[in-house]
């Protein structure tokens, strides 16, 4: 089992910046791909990001370019940088995990225009 403990969430104007993290416990850390969810008010969770062991990274459409997530193994942390935030990003944004399954608590990113 796997806990997971996002921080970074808040409050930013159109156009600023935030930076998610995601600690992990567990020893098999760095084994493990690891994604960035959100889910808007009235919407399904979509896909943010996806970052596997090895460090290759995908992105969903909407957020490629703006978004970066990175990964410190030595940490057992991931991160989600957002640049050039848009209001149609506030959501409350999850990290997963891929192996073993698990999924933090979540934390809310609010962009006002």
């Known amino acids: 089992q796997v806990q997971l403990v996002e921080s970074g969430g808040g409050l930013v104007q159109a156009g600023g910046s935030l930076r998610l993290s995601c600690a992990a416990s567990?020893?098999?850390?760095?084994?493990?791909?690891m994604g960035w969810y959100r889910q808007a008010p009235g919407k399904q969770r979509e896909l943010v990001a996806t970052i596997t062991s090895g460090g290759n990274t995908d992105y969903a459409g909407s957020v490629k370019g703006p978004f970066t997530i990175s990964r410190d193994n030595a940490k057992n942390t991931v991160y989600l940088q957002m640049n050039s935030l848009k209001p149609e990003d506030t959501a409350v944004y999850s990290c997963?995990?891929?192996?073993?399954?698990?999924w933090g608590q979540g934390t809310q990113v609010t962009v006002s225009s």
């Open positions: 997963h995990s891929y192996y073993p399954n698990g």
């Open positions: 567990g020893s098999i850390f760095s084994s493990s791909a």
